[in-house]
């Protein structure tokens, strides 16, 4: 191989390197000193996102024997990927420093679960695919972990873990069955056999294909598939909650795209009823349930499994502007989560996890601009104008009414109206309940600043959302 072929996945490779030097100097710094390692690890961010810009390629190139793929979708996916980190971080830093938690495993896990999500997005095979999945669900078992002395913490990556096993074991079942009916584990290649020879598309492939799904399903927290998240969204610390509600949600749609629409899209009639019932369930019991729940990051999950619902049913159209929906909707659904659990790492302190919504009490009283940035992020969850959201499962239904199944549309602009009851208790209880707690803020200028930044963000893509479309249909194109 020459030098050139390499450059599809330079970023990967650089930040391979730099978590090996974070490693390195991290054993060698004391505890009190540990923020270096948060630090080191934000430069490496910074060099992988500037590797990430400087080899971003015109078309789309394919190397390593046609296991890797570099478009214009890994590089949107993965530069999100790489400051979802970056914020996720900046917003961890004193939280973790208050719980006596500041350690550089936190980073340097985090660290090998973005590794892990780019071999995913990148990949054009489907054991490339195998290997990110597996460097990225291993970091994730470990971090929920984090916290030894935990018992909580402990129960939920047990179950994370033992889940994950099964869906791991699933996806892979399905990818044997899969290479054993097309003779190839490459997405070009096993879509090139398929168009070749139509009457491969039998049940031997819908079985390997129904396993698929399942893994993917699992990823992504969709229902039925979907118990593990709400446990361990509450069961991790908040730091972790928001790190795996942002970035892996980037690598599972890339997991989804580029085995069902790159490998499997003449077969798209097969998989689009699975997708339809998986999507359906996730977008009513998610919202259903989500009204029950009194622990905001039990709330947070249950919705985010509602979320997942539009994604899929925006894929599940099997048009470029469903495609281009779903990555529009995943990309603004990453920023909003990460922004409200940012929130909820603002207000927790030493001893002190705000993950009740009561906890939110009178949260305009104690500070009426982040007061105003969570109503930014609750807003922009629950779909009102002009906030970001509202576009954003505009944009799905309209995709999916274009396909031809309005009811489908219906039944999602209902279920939004559902959702939208627990997003404005949480700011009913912001702006006329009473604080029952009146203690100062704990966090950094940085991280302050990094949160109004993210509510703002919030609104000013809602206001001018045409770029951002604009970009997720081209590379989508």
């Known amino acids: 191989m020459r030098v050139t072929d390499f450059m599809p996945a330079a970023p990967e490779m650089v930040l391979l390197g730099?978590?090996?030097a974070v490693l390195l100097i991290d054993l060698m710094v004391r505890d009190e000193n540990r923020v270096v390692t948060f630090w080191l690890s934000i430069a490496a961010l910074v060099v992988t996102a500037l590797t990430l810009l400087a080899t971003a390629p015109e078309g789309r190139l394919i190397t390593f024997d046609g296991s890797y793929v570099s478009d214009g979708l890994s590089q949107l996916l993965k530069l999100m990927s790489v400051g979802v980190v970056a914020v996720g971080f900046l917003y961890s830093r004193d939280y973790l420093k208050q719980n006596d938690l500041l350690r550089g495993e936190f980073f340097l896990l985090g660290l090998f679960g973005l590794l892990g999500i780019m071999v995913m997005i990148s990949a054009n095979s489907l054991l490339t695919m195998y290997l990110g999945l597996e460097t990225l669900?291993?970091?994730?078992?470990?971090?929920v972990a984090f916290e030894r002395n935990s018992a909580t913490a402990a129960e939920s990556a047990m179950k994370y873990f033992v889940l994950g096993a099964i869906a791991s074991g699933a996806l892979l079942y399905g990818i044997s069955w899969v290479y054993g009916i097309t003779g190839s584990i490459q997405f070009d290649e096993i879509a090139a056999v398929l168009q070749a020879r139509p009457e491969?598309?039998?049940v031997p492939l819908w079985f390997g294909l129904a396993f698929l799904i399942v893994g993917i399903a699992f990823k992504f927290g969709a229902v039925p598939f979907h118990m593990w998240l709400p446990d361990v969204y509450q069961g991790a610390r908040s730091p972790v909650t928001l790190y795996i509600a942002s970035a892996p949600k980037l690598a599972a749609l890339a997991l989804t795209l580029r085995i069902l629409v790159d490998g499997l899209g003449d077969i798209h009639a097969v998989w689009q009823g699975m997708l339809m019932v998986?999507?359906?369930?996730s977008l009513v019991i998610g919202n259903v349930v989500a009204i029950a729940q009194t622990n905001i990051k039990r709330m947070l999950g249950y919705s985010a499994i509602a979320h997942v619902g539009f994604i899929l049913l925006a894929i599940f159209t099997g048009s470029a502007e469903g495609y281009g929906a779903a990555v529009f909707y995943t990309v603004t659904y990453v920023i909003m989560a990460a922004g409200t659990?940012?929130?909820v790492i603002l207000l927790s302190r030493q001893g002190f996890e705000a993950d009740s919504i009561s906890?939110?009490?009178?949260?305009n009283a104690r500070s009426p601009w982040f007061a105003l940035m969570m109503l930014f992020f609750m807003f922009g969850l629950a779909g009102v104008p002009p906030w970001v959201g509202f576009f954003a499962k505009v944009n799905v239904i309209s995709a999916v009414v274009n396909a031809g199944f309005a009811g489908y549309a219906v039944l999602m602009v209902l279920a939004s109206v559902v959702g939208a009851f627990y997003y404005l208790r949480v700011i009913w209880y912001m702006y006329f309940d009473k604080p029952a707690d009146r203690s100062v803020?704990?966090?950094g200028r940085d991280t302050r600043f990094m949160l109004s930044l993210n509510g703002v963000a919030v609104l000013v893509l809602g206001i001018v959302p045409g770029w951002?479309?604009?970009l997720c249909l081209d590379v989508m194109g």
């Open 441 to 443: 803020f704990q966090a």
């Open 278 to 281: 998986t999507g359906v369930l």
């Open 468 to 470: 951002l479309l604009k």
């Open 200 to 202: 491969l598309n039998d």
């Open 341 to 343: 659990f940012g929130m």
């Open 137 to 143: 669900s291993l970091s994730l078992y470990a971090l």
């Open 359 to 363: 906890d939110f009490k009178g949260l």
């Open 18 to 20: 730099l978590i090996c």
